[in-house]
């Protein structure tokens, strides 16, 4: 349950992408498609991260059986 909670923080962080006048139309779609691709891997990767960090704290607190 307390796992949950960063991704369903993180869910609700929600960016808006200015818009901005550029003539070079072949230049932006590339450099648009790759931001998206970094934009979906930090996305990823920042709840998992967090989920790791609390998995490694839980399983140092947590008392050997």
């Known amino acids: 349950m307390l796992l949950a909670i960063p991704i369903i923080i993180h869910l609700f962080q929600l960016r808006r992408f200015k818009k901005t006048p550029f003539t070079n139309v072949k230049l ?36 050997a059986i």
Do not use: T
Request: net charge positive; proline share 6%.
């Open 28 to 63: 932006l779609k590339r450099v648009v498609s790759e931001s998206e691709k970094e934009q979906c891997f930090k996305k990823m990767a920042y709840p998992f991260g967090k989920i790791g960090h609390f998995c490694g704290l839980d399983l140092c607190i947590r008392p």
